[in-house]
Each structure stands twice: as C-alpha cells, then as structure tokens.
C-alpha cells in the first residue's frame, strides 16, 4: 500500500449517499462516508457498496447486537484498507472499537491504519493496545516490534522477537525482525 496515495483517494467529495453513524442506544460513533470510489476497479466499487449497505442496514435495525455491529463496521474496514481509503477505514474500525472494546481485531487494524499512514509511534499504541488484550498474539508483536525500529527503540523491540520467536520459533517475520536488530546492533 502506499500511504500518500490513500489521502489524494479521501479528499473530501460528496457521495449521492449521506454519512450513516450508529443511533444512540450504541453510542455515539464517527459518520461512515464513502470516498469517492471512482479510481477503484467496477468490482471493488461494488463490494464497498455492498458492505456499506450492510452496515446500515444493521444500523438502522433496533435489534442488531453490538458484536454483530462492530463485525459490520470491521468488515467494511477491511475492504476499505485494502483499496487504500485509509481515513475511512480507521473511522470504521475506530467504531468497532467502541462498540466492542474487548475484541483485539479493532486496536490491531487501526495500528495497520496508522502503519500505511507512515505513523509508528500511532501505530504502536495499538499494536500494544491489542497485546493487552492478547499477549501472545504473533503478528502484534512483530508488528509492535517493527514500529519500535523505524522509531529506533531496539531495547524495547527485542523481547518482542524474541517472545515471537519462542511462540512460533519459524515465523519469518520475526526472525526478519530478529536479524534486523541484529544489524541494527551491528
């Protein structure tokens, strides 16, 4: 993904379809936009429409749980960070944090959102915020791990390694990380 394309791709445009936000017996929540979608491909078009549709049929449904709420929010999340509308993404994921503050996939995407954005330090505070929810979760450490590099935190980035590396000891990206704090320590 490129990072500096994703903010060209969200400048603000008016789509014939107003913002939705969740109603008030789930919180407040950021109004979901769609970007102008017009570079994306028919398919891709498509697909986000679809799962923005989904949200707010679940949104505007009395009946539809938190969880299933926050799922929707993340689903839409997902498509959009992988089309690269990045802003739209975040407040997607950021929605499904607030609905379910337990679930470790919303701190986990949000800190891929601030990643894309070339953000480490934002980044890191949610790689470590999914860790507190759950520590042994490979790809958060690494993650966390990389960030701490490109912010120059070897102390802080080794054990995160090194605890990958004892849960899942033939991860590439965590021996990647591992020679890299090698080099990084000449």
């Known amino acids: 993904f490129f990072a500096a394309a994703c903010t060209s791709k969200e400048t603000a445009w008016a789509t014939s379809q107003p913002p939705i936000s969740a109603p008030a017996v789930h919180g407040s929540r950021r109004p979901i936009v769609l970007p102008d979608l017009s570079s994306a491909t028919e398919s891709v078009q498509t697909l986000i429409r679809e799962r923005y549709a989904l949200l707010k049929s679940k949104i505007d449904s009395a009946e539809t749980a938190s969880e299933d709420l926050a799922t929707a929010y993340g689903d839409l999340g997902k498509l959009l960070i992988a089309a690269e509308y ?9 929605n499904a944090q607030a609905l379910v503050a337990t679930d470790m996939r919303w701190p986990y995407y949000r800190g891929h959102v601030e990643r894309l954005k070339n953000e480490p330090s934002k980044a890191a505070a949610f790689f470590e915020e999914t860790l507190r929810l759950q520590p042994d ?18 102390e802080s980035a080794e054990p995160l390694f090194t605890k990958a590396l004892s849960l899942q000891p033939r991860s590439a990206r965590a021996l990647y990380g591992s020679g890299r704090m090698a080099l990084a320590r000449q």
Do not use: K
């Open 86 to 94: 990045l802003d739209t993404a975040e407040a997607c994921f950021s």
């Open 137 to 154: 979760h490979v790809p958060s450490l690494i993650w966390l791990g990389e960030m701490y590099l490109a912010e120059s935190r070897l």
